[in-house]
């Protein structure tokens, strides 16, 4: 029996975005957030006494500002050198391929596969097989797992492969490949990078996306870590996740619906604020409040706003570890207006229109073509984590929101000068 432990998408230094411009954010805890959950990894793993580490790219966020970023890696790497730990892994988009290359100098208990094509490394105390390839650039377009091997049939063999499947949300598309292509290699266990959010995404054979170890921003939502895989007689017999982060971030939906009184709309706020906080098992919790609901307080929400965040602002700082990223108004007044008798007609059509943006059916740039030549101007890296394109689930909804009452109040005045 032994235990592996799965993790990718380190982003070592990356920096946390969103609580810059708070007063009261706790600054040192943001700006270290991510070396403190590659230690916690680390911790991890001379505690659970794993035979191995395999990490699946993504471990820096680009050129390195100065040498510290690699000293540390290779120091960590260096503690899971004295627990006889062996380390293996494969570069993918956002590596600084060409440094890491000339700059690090690993512990011999560090593997890291080639660019050039696949590789496999046998652990005969094991019975294992290791197969990987880094990335040899940043953008990489074709299928890098046609290269990898056959798996040995006396073996179990573990694919290290830094991918983004067949496409996934708010991912580019790197290095895209099949199920189909990944099941008939015969390994035992696929071990995936580039998609930051975890996943199962097959269980015979297990292929799985661990997801990264710390949110870096509201995108990034809910309990962020690695995969520990215990492995028994050639067969997986356990597949858990382990929470690493030091900072958790969520999105906080508030429904106002009925609520007529501003006490009784705080009292909501600070009851999600504290079942939230209770989720983050004692981590610091950045939140994005979003309210929704058709509300008498409507009004008052938006013609106040600046009053509102600071009420909140204020229900967060009465909580230890609790801080506002953002306020969302997504809430509605109640419209008498019966839409559905003008069905047919040019307003309920646009209304539809407004409708299928607000579900995610339709995209900014289907109505505002000319903003596509704007997008492919800039660089992938920015477009694959905050998209200006594709505004956030929450953005778009009170967009749309606001749109749709603009429109039933056009729709109410022509339905009163037409009767």
Avoid at 72 to 97: C, K, T
Avoid at 189 to 218: C, D, K, M, S, T
Avoid at 285 to 299: D, K, M, N, Y
Avoid at 371 to 390: G, I, Q, T, V
Wanted: hydrophobic fraction near 40%; charge should be negative.
């Amino acid at each position: 029996m032994f235990r592996l432990l799965h993790g990718a998408d380190i982003h070592l230094d990356s920096p946390l975005k969103g609580l810059e411009t708070y007063p009261d954010a706790p600054v040192e805890q943001i700006r270290g957030a991510v070396r403190r959950a590659f230690d916690n990894l680390i911790d991890l793993a001379v505690e659970e006494e794993v035979a191995l580490v395999l990490l699946a790219g993504d471990l820096f966020d680009g050129d390195w500002k100065d040498y510290n970023s690699g000293i540390y890696f290779i120091n960590r790497m260096g503690r899971l050198r004295e627990a006889g730990i062996r380390v293996f892994i494969v570069l993918g988009n956002h590596d600084a391929a060409g440094q890491i290359t000339r700059a690090l100098r690993f512990p011999d208990n560090v593997v890291l596969f080639s660019h050039k094509k696949p590789e496999t490394r046998i652990l005969d105390d094991l019975n294992v097989a290791v197969h990987g390839r880094s990335f040899p650039s940043r953008s990489v377009s074709e299928d890098l797992t046609k290269e990898y091997p056959q798996g040995a049939p006396d073996l179990f063999n573990i694919g290290l492969l830094h991918t983004s499947l067949t496409g996934r949300p708010g991912h580019e598309t790197y290095a895209p490949c099949t199920l189909g292509a990944l099941e008939s290699k015969g390994y035992q266990y696929w071990a995936l990078g580039h998609v930051h959010q975890r996943e199962e995404v097959l269980r015979e054979p297990w292929i799985v996306f661990p997801g990264n170890i710390q949110g870096r921003h509201i995108r990034e939502t809910g309990p962020k870590g690695c995969t520990l895989v215990t492995v028994e007689e050639g067969r997986i017999s356990a597949v858990e996740h382990r929470d690493l982060d030091i900072l958790r971030w969520e999105v906080c939906h508030v429904d106002l619906c009925g609520c007529d009184m501003n006490d009784q709309c705080l009292d909501l706020v600070r009851q999600a604020f504290e079942n939230e906080a209770g989720r983050a098992e004692g981590r610091p919790i950045a939140l994005r409040l979003v309210l929704e609901g058709s509300t008498p307080l409507h009004g008052n929400l938006r013609e106040n706003l600046v009053h509102w965040v600071e009420e909140f602002r204020a229900i967060a700082a009465g909580l230890v570890g609790v801080w506002l990223e953002k306020v969302v108004i997504a809430t509605r007044k109640k419209i008498d207006t019966d839409v559905s008798a003008l069905k047919g007609s040019p307003f309920s059509d646009l209304e539809g229109a407004i409708e299928a943006l607000r579900q995610g059916s339709s995209r900014l740039l289907d109505l505002v073509p000319e903003f596509e030549a704007l997008r492919s101007k800039l660089p992938p890296e920015l477009l694959s984590e905050m998209d200006p394109f594709s505004p956030e689930k929450e953005e778009s909804a009170s967009l749309s929101d606001d749109v749709r009452e603009l429109i039933r109040g056009k729709m109410l005045h022509h339905e009163n000068n037409t009767a």
